[in-house]
């Protein structure tokens, strides 16, 4: 097995300024999973009360998504809502049950700890480190952050930090926890905390990512309409992590790369709500848009 995520799977409530939509598949390593499948076979790690719909899975199966280690427990999934801003600069979060996830003990599977690849999507840092712990000797792991645990469970984030390759994390987190408004300042600040790569991103304004021998920044794919950008920065990092594991290679050209297609795999996520358009999406398009935005960026 060569990429395993282990994080959520959930159902929001979503709310913007033109429609809504109640109870659509989400979650941080669901979306992570279908932006990687374009590029792996992923492996996907995560807990879901007796509500999850099989049809959900089932599609998550479709897309070559390894859901043996989904755990189906008795409960409630996690549901989380949220109402967006015409800006979409701008979330509110209306609420958050956590259910079954208040409990969550990831369990990787056997057959998955020998993962070369391994992206622990946004969760508890206690959580994340209890399933690196299973995982036997990774060639690179990537782990997402938020600004919940920079507030309520720094100490455990910096533990984790010192045990990971890379960092993806937003501009106001990394401002957050470096205390530096320069994010290039930042992004030094959180290298000095032990892993070798970090990616800021920067929303419509697009990412970069810095680190041993590495520096590159690429702007955001011009989307027209955006729908809902939830599970975005989640595609992004599915994006890149599925790039890099396909190449099999964490080389400075193979990131580089990979920072184009998490920025493409993004873009199809906030043309629909849910999986609505990046779950009809196929590989041609995707490398379609790869070359387009190449054509754009290249001078």
């Given amino acids: 097995m060569s990429l395993l995520v282990i994080g959520t799977l959930a159902y ?3 709310e913007t300024a033109f429609d809504k939509r109640d109870n659509a ?3 941080s390593a669901m979306y992570f999973s279908l932006a990687s499948a374009f590029y792996t076979k992923p492996a996907l790690v995560g807990v879901v009360g007796q509500d999850f719909r099989e049809e959900d899975l089932a599609m998550m199966r479709s897309k070559g998504v390894d859901c043996t280690g989904v755990e189906q427990v008795d409960g409630k999934t996690f549901r989380w809502g949220g109402r967006y801003e015409p800006d979409w600069n701008t979330r ?6 956590l259910n079954v996830l208040e409990h969550f003990d990831p369990k990787v599977p056997e057959q998955s700890r ?3 690849f391994v992206f622990l999507a946004n969760a508890a840092p206690a959580v994340q480190a209890r399933a690196l712990d299973q995982v036997d000797a990774p060639t690179f792991v990537m782990a997402d952050t938020m600004n919940l645990w920079l507030d309520i469970a720094l100490d455990d984030l910096k533990g984790l930090i010192r045990r990971i390759d890379g960092l993806i ?3 106001e987190e990394a401002r957050m926890l470096t205390g530096e408004d320069n994010l290039i ?3 030094q600040q959180v290298l000095g905390m032990g892993p070798r790569y970090v990616i800021v991103k920067k929303g419509e304004h697009g990412a970069f990512l810095m680190g041993e021998n590495v520096h590159f920044a690429l702007p955001a794919y011009p989307v027209g309409t955006v729908v809902d950008p939830t599970g975005a920065g989640d595609c992004f990092a599915g994006g890149f992590m599925g790039a890099v594991a396909e190449a099999d290679s964490i080389e400075p050209n193979v990131l580089r790369r990979a920072m184009v297609h998490g920025t493409i795999t993004a873009s199809f996520c906030v043309q629909g709500f849910s999986v609505e358009d990046i779950g009809s999406r196929t590989r041609a398009e995707i490398d379609e848009r790869y070359n387009e935005l190449l054509s754009i960026v290249t001078v």
């Fill in 12 to 14: 929001d409530t979503v």
């Fill in 25 to 27: 598949l989400g979650g």
């Fill in 92 to 97: 509110h979060t209306t609420f958050t049950e």
């Fill in 114 to 116: 020998n993962a070369k």
């Fill in 169 to 171: 994390l937003n501009d």
């Fill in 185 to 187: 300042r930042a992004a």
